[in-house]
């Protein structure tokens, strides 16, 4: 996809679970591992997932968060992500939500409701965006959200 645009909102699906289910049901991610590297700021976990990162590996939760930049009641991991191995995630059964959801986020745009935004940037976006293009019985449209930087 050849768009200039970081990311799209999807119009007429409001941010429910079961909207992010028909959504991630209608997307074949590529496996690229893109995602893993694409973070600018990094990737936000949650306290939970960083008591599960260091049961996996072994270490208290204390231990594992040291280095780690804490905001918002969240951790950042820098990117690249640092389960990324050989372009595959190596933590897949206990990856992140932010990663599960991934290429779909939620959004509140200025001009309405909070809404789904899929990342342009993906090259499994393209297949979603094809499907609301092609199916406008669907009711739903997208439209441009944000530039790359």
């Given at each position: 996809?050849?768009?200039?645009?970081?990311?799209?909102?999807?119009?007429?699906?409001?941010?429910?679970?079961?909207?992010?289910?028909?959504?991630?049901?209608?997307?074949?991610?590529?496996?690229?591992?893109?995602?893993?590297?694409?973070?600018?700021?990094?990737?936000?976990?949650?306290?939970?997932?960083?008591?599960?990162?260091?049961?996996?590996?072994?270490?208290?939760?204390?231990?594992?968060?040291?280095?780690?930049?804490?905001?918002?009641?969240?951790?950042?991991?820098?990117?690249p992500?640092?389960?990324?191995?050989?372009?595959?995630?190596?933590?897949?059964?206990?990856?992140?939500?932010?990663?599960?959801?991934?290429?779909?986020?939620?959004?509140?745009?200025?001009?309405?409701?909070t809404?789904?935004?899929?990342?342009?940037?993906?090259?499994?976006?393209?297949?979603?965006?094809?499907?609301?293009?092609?199916?406008?019985?669907?009711?739903?449209?997208y439209?441009?959200?944000?530039?790359?930087?």
């Open positions: 996809m050849a768009e200039p645009f970081y990311s799209y909102i999807i119009e007429g699906l409001p941010d429910t679970p079961a909207n992010l289910e028909w959504l991630l049901a209608h997307f074949e991610c590529k496996q690229c591992g893109r995602c893993c590297r694409m973070h600018t700021i990094g990737l936000r976990i949650t306290h939970a997932e960083a008591e599960r990162f260091a049961q996996r590996q072994g270490v208290s939760v204390q231990e594992y968060v040291v280095g780690l930049v804490e905001d918002r009641g969240t951790y950042i991991l820098p990117q992500c640092r389960y990324l191995v050989n372009d595959a995630c190596s933590v897949h059964d206990i990856k992140p939500s932010v990663c599960r959801k991934y290429p779909f986020h939620q959004r509140k745009p200025v001009d309405s409701d809404a789904w935004v899929v990342i342009a940037g993906c090259p499994g976006s393209g297949d979603i965006l094809r499907l609301i293009q092609n199916g406008k019985q669907l009711g739903l449209e439209r441009p959200f944000s530039k790359p930087e």
